[in-house]
């Protein structure tokens, strides 16, 4: 027998085949907050990679808003991926724009996620990160 939590994940994981928008982009959102991200981490990628940018904008969102390196580097690994123009643009609209980066204690978190995914086993995740800390050293000086 399923755990709710299991069953809720389940439903989720059959939202993001939905042909409704709305209805995949609550499914980025609950499979965000997932305890266990690894498990449905290809989900993930693919509705960052949705062709809908509404789906890519939720999740993303969601996923940064775990505030973790687990949410960070889904959304990093994504933007590496991203082939269309409006999908990589909405992605980093979501990193960009994240509201707890602009405080002191979320910009120092930041930063150390994307350091210590500098070093990420990902050739695309050490990229996106190294070039966001670009970025901000460059804002910075």
Do not use: F, N
């Amino acid at each position: 027998m399923k755990s709710s939590g299991g069953q809720e994940q389940s439903i989720a994981i059959r939202d993001a085949d939905s042909p409704a928008w709305s209805v995949r982009a609550a499914a980025g959102r609950r499979l965000a907050i997932s305890a266990r991200v690894d498990e449905v981490a290809d989900v993930l990628h693919r509705l960052l990679l949705d062709q809908d940018t509404a789906v890519t904008q939720e999740t993303a969102v969601a996923l940064l808003a775990r505030k973790d390196i687990v949410g960070l580097r889904c959304v990093l690994l994504a933007r590496s991926y991203a082939a269309e123009i409006s999908t990589a643009e909405e992605i980093q609209a979501a990193l960009d724009c994240y509201p707890d980066w602009m405080t002191a204690e979320g910009a120092d978190r930041l930063i150390k996620q994307l350091q210590k995914l500098t070093s990420d086993d990902d050739p695309g995740v050490r990229d996106e990160a190294q070039r966001i800390l670009a970025s901000l050293l460059q804002r910075e000086e």
